[in-house]
């Protein structure tokens, strides 16, 4: 059986909610962060990178948000989750989630996370002081030129949704305006009103 | 035929090399970031992020370095540079080109592009000064636990081998003791040897 290893209120929601939608038979470990259980040993052993999400299967750990996501969907999910009929549509579904994790993702973690680029506590300031403007820009770079509806990518549901419901969870407290994002609002709305969202939110929100 | 945005010195050299490893027919267009061509409305039209590399395809525009390697692979390449014959493998290949593009090219982009982050000059100091600490950490623990060989990821050359080549070559410049990295040295010297290689290195490098 699947275990993965996640935080609450971390990006491992994403991975969740989508082993929740394919109806995966899965063991869920939820690592305390604020007693710093990310670090211990016996995590390190799991993922020497001492993030989540980590996904434990029979043939190893898998860690990365988008590479779980893409697995979940190959073993459990269907062709379309993934775009598996048409290499484009696979790439496209990829290039949106990579936006995510290496783009969005990291503006950001400038707010909490910034002692990861430079030690002076000014930097950190100036950081955090920056998050609004550069997660204004990059998530309404999102609902201006890449979200299609009424699923990220249009009319199938993809491995993009759980990852962008994940991190628009986040954005009205990292100071976006989110009334001028209405397409993101619509989706977050839908993506709460099913079932395996709901189920994830419970067990980690 | 496919045509690719790159910059020089650039992370576009990956996807370069693998269309030359793949001998696919395409167009290299080479913008010049000292003159902002990537800013440009033409260019902003193609990627509204304004970054390389982009690749045309009949299909549409791909960005993102992840997803236009699985393309180039998928369409052009042998089964084996994805992983393609097993999810597992597949996901552990996107897993390592994930930590590739949200973590070390993040970490390497504070020496130059802190202004994404922060606007107070001695902020982008700080994150300068960082550099160093943290492309020695991040490539450490490619050396030290992610790297198989001969190859990234074993016996064969997959997608990864092209993106790691790509961000080692600019890691002693970030203040790298690359001596204390032999597997990653031996691997920067076995992807030189190669024809493809060397042809991207002349046209971009």
Same mark, same amino acid.
């Given at each position: 059986?699947?275990?993965?290893?996640?935080?609450? &209120?971390?990006?491992?929601?994403?991975?969740?909610?989508?082993?929740?939608?394919?109806?995966?038979?899965?063991?869920?470990?939820?690592?305390?962060?604020?007693?710093?259980?990310?670090?211990?040993?016996?995590? %390190?052993?799991?993922?020497?990178? /001492?993030?989540? !999400?980590?996904? $434990?299967?029979?043939?190893?750990?898998?860690?990365?948000?988008? $590479?779980?996501?893409?697995?979940?969907?190959? %073993?459990?999910?269907?062709? &379309?989750?993934?775009?598996?009929?048409? !290499?484009?549509?696979?790439?496209?579904?990829?290039?949106?989630?990579?936006?995510?994790?290496?783009?969005?993702?990291?503006?950001? $973690?400038?707010?909490f996370? /910034?002692? %990861?680029?430079?030690?002076?506590?000014?930097?950190?300031? +100036?950081?955090?002081?920056?998050?609004?403007?550069?997660?204004?820009?990059?998530? /309404?770079?999102?609902?201006?030129?890449?979200?299609?509806?009424?699923?990220?990518l249009?009319? +199938?549901?993809?491995?993009?949704? !759980?990852?962008?419901?994940?991190?628009?969870?986040?954005?009205?407290?990292d /100071?976006?305006?989110?009334?001028?994002? !209405?397409?993101? &609002?619509?989706?977050?709305?839908?993506?709460?009103? %099913?079932?395996?969202?709901? $189920?994830?939110?419970?067990?980690?929100?």
């Open positions: 059986m699947l275990k993965i290893f996640a935080a609450r &209120q971390s990006v491992a929601l994403a991975s969740v909610i989508l082993l929740e939608e394919v109806e995966a038979d899965y063991e869920l470990h939820v690592l305390d962060f604020s007693k710093g259980e990310q670090n211990l040993p016996e995590y %390190r052993a799991v993922n020497p990178k /001492g993030r989540v !999400p980590a996904l $434990a299967t029979e043939d190893g750990i898998l860690t990365e948000t988008p $590479a779980i996501l893409v697995y979940i969907a190959q %073993r459990f999910g269907s062709a &379309q989750m993934t775009g598996a009929h048409d !290499p484009f549509v696979f790439a496209k579904i990829q290039e949106f989630n990579s936006y995510l994790a290496s783009t969005v993702h990291v503006a950001h $973690a400038h707010r996370r /910034g002692a %990861r680029w430079a030690d002076a506590p000014e930097a950190l300031e +100036a950081m955090k002081k920056k998050v609004p403007e550069t997660m204004t820009q990059t998530v /309404g770079l999102i609902e201006s030129d890449f979200f299609k509806g009424p699923w990220v249009g009319d +199938a549901y993809t491995v993009c949704d !759980p990852y962008l419901f994940t991190i628009c969870s986040w954005i009205e407290s /100071g976006v305006d989110t009334s001028k994002l !209405p397409k993101l &609002q619509a989706h977050h709305e839908r993506m709460l009103a %099913r079932p395996a969202t709901q $189920a994830a939110v419970a067990k980690l929100g």
